[in-house]
Nanobody
Framework: QVQLVESGGGLVQPGGSLRLSCVAS????????MGWYRQGPGKQRELVAL???????GLADSVKGRFTASRDNAKNTVYLHMNSLKPEDTAVYYC?????????WGQGTQVTVSS
C-alpha cells in the first residue's frame, strides 16, 4: 500500500512563498499521475496541480503564474512551489497519487496566509 506524507505547510504573510513536499513510500517512477489538492474552510476539495510520470504539469487557473509543481523520482517526492501567496490560498493541501491499487491520499498539511 502506497503511503504519502506531506510537509512544508505553515503560516506565511500575503505575498510570501512556501514549498510543499510529498514523499511516497514507494518509487513514484511507476505512478502515472500525482496531484495536489486543497480544501479551504467551508469549501470543497479542489484540484490545484497535476504532474504526470513524464513531468508534464497542469495547474488550476486560480494558481497559474504563482504555483508550479515538480517531481524528483530519485527522492520519490513531488513538490508544490507556491509564490505570491494570497489569503484565499489558505487551506489544507493534500497530495494524491493515482496508483494501480487505486487513489491514495496523504494526511494533508495546513497552509495559512495571513498578516
Amino acid at each position: 500500500q502506497v503511503q504519502l506524507v506531506e510537509s512544508g505547510g505553515g503560516l506565511v504573510q500575503p505575498g510570501g512563498s512556501l514549498r510543499l513536499s510529498c514523499v511516497a513510500s514507494v518509487s513514484i517512477a511507476s505512478i502515472n499521475a500525482m496531484g495536489w489538492y486543497r480544501q479551504g474552510p467551508g469549501k470543497q476539495r479542489e484540484l490545484v496541480a497535476l504532474i504526470n510520470r513524464g513531468g508534464s504539469t497542469g495547474l488550476a487557473d486560480s494558481v497559474k503564474g504563482r504555483f508550479t509543481a515538480s517531481r524528483d523520482n530519485a527522492k520519490n517526492t513531488v513538490y508544490l512551489h507556491m509564490n505570491s501567496l494570497k489569503p484565499e490560498d489558505t487551506a489544507v493541501y493534500y497530495c494524491n497519487a493515482n496508483t494501480m491499487q487505486g487513489i491514495v491520499w496523504g494526511q494533508g498539511t495546513q497552509v495559512t496566509v495571513s498578516s
